[in-house]
C-alpha cells in the first residue's frame, strides 16, 4: 500500500507511514487551521446554524491556528506547563494514584480499570494542573466524550448538539473556577477581558488532556497486564510499546497552504490531509503519538509523569492482578485508540 493515499469518497489524504508523518508535521506549508475546510466539506448548514457557538470556540483552539497567532497564545500555557509544575505536582500525583489504587479493595462487583482507575486518576490530574477545585468526575468525562464524539464525525447534528451543550456547560464550569483567581497563569486572558479566549483554551486543554490520556493509562495498564514476564520488564518500556502501537489519539489532520509535491503526488492547495500517528516502530525516532513540530503537546511530560506512577504503583501493590473474562471493550470513537470497560481480576 502507497504510505500517501487519496481518498476521493471522503475528499481527504491519508499519510499512514511514520517517516511521512513526521515530514508533514513538520513542513511550514501544511496548515493547522483544519476546521473550516472540515466544517465547510462535511458538515451541514443546519450545524452551521445551529451550534454556532460551538463551532467558534473550536475554531478558537489555538491547536487549530499557524504562526505568528499561534505562537503567542501558546506561549501563555506553555509557561504554565513548565518542569516546575511536575516537581510541584509530582508528590500529589503519587496521592492521587495511593488513593485510587487504595478505593479498589473496598470495591464490590469488580474491578473495571476504565471507570475506577483511568478516568479518576486523570481527571484529578488534569484538575491539579489547571488548578480546577470543583472536580465531578464523571461529568468531564461525559464533556469530553461528547465533544470527541462531534470531533471525529463532524458531519452528525445529533453529536454537534451534545457537544455544543457540554461546551457551555463547561464554558460555565470555567467562568465560577476563574473567577477570583489570581491573573495571572492560566487565568491571564481570561481576567484580561478575553472570557472566549480564556473558555477556548481550558476547553482546549481540558478535552485533549483528559480524553487522551484516559485512554493512555488504560491502554498502559492492558499492555502491562497482556506481558507475560512483566516484573522483568521496565514500564517505560511498556509506555513506549503503547504509544507507538496504540497511540491514544490516532490522526491529526492539516491543510496544504500551498501546492505540494509529496512522495511522487502533488498535493493540491486546500485539500485536508489527515495524518497517521501510529507506528514509528523502530526505538531510534521518537514516537509520534504526541504530536511533533511547533504543536508538540503541552502535557506531555505530564501525562509521561502520571502514567509512569501509576503503572510502577499498580505492579507493586498488584502484581498478580490480570484480565476479567470477558475482556477488554473498546471504545466507540474510531478516531481514538482505547477502551470503554476493561475488566480486572485483582
Ligand atoms: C496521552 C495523553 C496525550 C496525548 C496522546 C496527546 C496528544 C497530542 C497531540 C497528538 C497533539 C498535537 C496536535 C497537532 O499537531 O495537531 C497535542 C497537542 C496539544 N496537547 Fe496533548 N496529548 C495528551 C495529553 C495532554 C495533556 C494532559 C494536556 C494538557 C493539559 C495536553 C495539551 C495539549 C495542547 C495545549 C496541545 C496544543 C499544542 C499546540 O497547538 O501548540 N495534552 N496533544
Known amino acids: 500500500m502507497p504510505s500517501l493515499t487519496w481518498f476521493s469518497d471522503l475528499e481527504y489524504w491519508l ?25 465547510s466539506r462535511f458538515s451541514s448548514g443546519h450545524i452551521h446554524q445551529e451550534c454556532a457557538y460551538l463551532l467558534d470556540i473550536l475554531r478558537r483552539w489555538y491547536v487549530e491556528h499557524d504562526p505568528p497567532q499561534h505562537t503567542a497564545e501558546r506561549r501563555v500555557t506553555q509557561a ?3 518542569r516546575g509544575l511536575l516537581t510541584r505536582l509530582g508528590p500529589a500525583i503519587n496521592d492521587i494514584v495511593d488513593e485510587t489504587l487504595d478505593a479498589l479493595s473496598a470495591r464490590t462487583g469488580g474491578v473495571d480499570a476504565v471507570r475506577d482507575i483511568a478516568e479518576p486518576v486523570s481527571a484529578r490530574v488534569i484538575g491539579l494542573a489547571l488548578g480546577l477545585q470543583r472536580l465531578d468526575i464523571s461529568q468531564l468525562h461525559r464533556w469530553s466524550a461528547d465533544i470527541a464524539a462531534f470531533v471525529s464525525a463532524v458531519y452528525r447534528l445529533d453529536l454537534a448538539r451534545k457537544a455544543q451543550q457540554a461546551v457551555l456547560e463547561m464554558a460555565d464550569f470555567i467562568r465560577q473556577e476563574l473567577t477570583g483567581q ?3 497563569g492560566l487565568a491571564g486572558r481570561y481576567q484580561d477581558g478575553d472570557f472566549l479566549a480564556g473558555v477556548a483554551d481550558h476547553t482546549m486543554m481540558l478535552f485533549g488532556g483528559l480524553e487522551t490520556s484516559a485512554r493512555l493509562l488504560g491502554l498502559a495498564l492492558w499492555e502491562l497486564l497482556c506481558t507475560s514476564d512483566r516484573a522483568a520488564v521496565e514500564v517505560e518500556e511498556i509506555i513506549d510499546r503503547v504509544l507507538r502501537r496504540y497511540p491514544p489519539l490516532k490522526y491529526v489532520s492539516r491543510v496544504a497552504a500551498a501546492d505540494i509535491e509529496l512522495a511522487d503526488r502533488r498535493i493540491r492547495a486546500g485539500e485536508l490531509v489527515m495524518v497517521s500517528l501510529t507506528g514509528a516502530e523502530d526505538v531510534a525516532t521518537p514516537a509520534l503519538a504526541f504530536g511533533m513540530g511547533r504543536h508538540f ?50
Do not use: K
Not at 15 to 33: G, I, K, Y
Open 15 to 39: 499519510v499512514d507511514e511514520p517517516a511521512l508523518s513526521r515530514a508533514v508535521l513538520t513542513d511550514d506549508r501544511f496548515s493547522s487551521s483544519t476546521l473550516n475546510t472540515s466544517f
Open 80 to 82: 504554565h506547563f513548565s
Open 182 to 184: 489570581a491573573a495571572e
Open 297 to 346: 503537546c503541552l502535557g506531555m511530560p505530564l501525562t509521561m509523569l502520571e502514567t509512569t506512577i501509576l503503572l510502577n504503583a499498580f505492579q507493586r501493590r498488584f502484581p498478580d492482578a490480570a484480565l476479567a473474562a470477558p475482556n477488554a471493550e473498546p471504545s466507540g470513537n474510531h478516531a481514538y485508540h482505547g477502551f470503554h470497560r476493561l475488566p480486572l481480576v485483582l
